[in-house]
């Protein structure tokens, strides 16, 4: 899955020096028409876990299930997966993750910032994670959260990328 930046951000997006700050919990999410999985992360290890996976009713987010995520966690920044074609370019969904992720910044005043997260759930499938108590391979909703996880643990690789880029050689 590429790590590459989101050129439309919705918010100040956080340099790659703040993700070396410790200890920092960033929540990801894997936003889709149906369901939006979601997982934490702490900058410091560059690690992700999946959380759960929230509904969406009536083309809306589960705001109320968000914001108790978001007091559970008391994360200092919001990542949010940003589908696109194979060639980079947008389609419907890019522009509605992109949509979700400046309605996050609205309502909850977070710093947001986006990844390209192309192949994310097919990766999550890929991936041999053992499944989870309830969850049977190839249930779909399974794999939302860890496809959250991988968004957020390819934001962590940028952000160390980034910063790699930044230090200068000794």
Do not use: K
């Amino acid at each position: 899955m590429p790590a590459t930046p989101d050129p439309q951000e919705p918010a100040a997006a956080p340099s790659a020096s703040d993700a070396r700050q410790s200890p920092r919990v960033v929540l990801g999410f894997d936003f889709g028409r149906t369901r939006i999985g979601v997982a934490t992360g702490v900058a410091i290890t560059g690690t992700a876990q999946p959380l759960r996976v929230l509904p969406v009713r009536r083309q809306r987010p589960d705001w109320d299930a968000i914001d108790r995520l978001l007091a559970e966690w008391r994360p200092d920044l919001l990542v949010v997966g940003v589908p696109r074609h194979a060639d980079g370019s947008a389609n419907a969904m890019t522009v509605a993750a992109l949509r979700f992720s400046r309605q996050l910044h609205g309502r909850f005043h977070l710093p947001v910032a986006t990844i390209d997260e192309r192949l994310s759930s097919w990766e999550a499938e890929q991936r041999s994670f053992e499944p989870a108590a309830g969850r049977r391979r190839g249930d779909g909703a399974a794999l939302d959260d860890r496809a959250a996880a991988l968004i957020l643990e390819s934001w962590f690789n940028q952000q160390r990328s980034l910063a790699s880029c930044a230090t200068p050689n000794s």
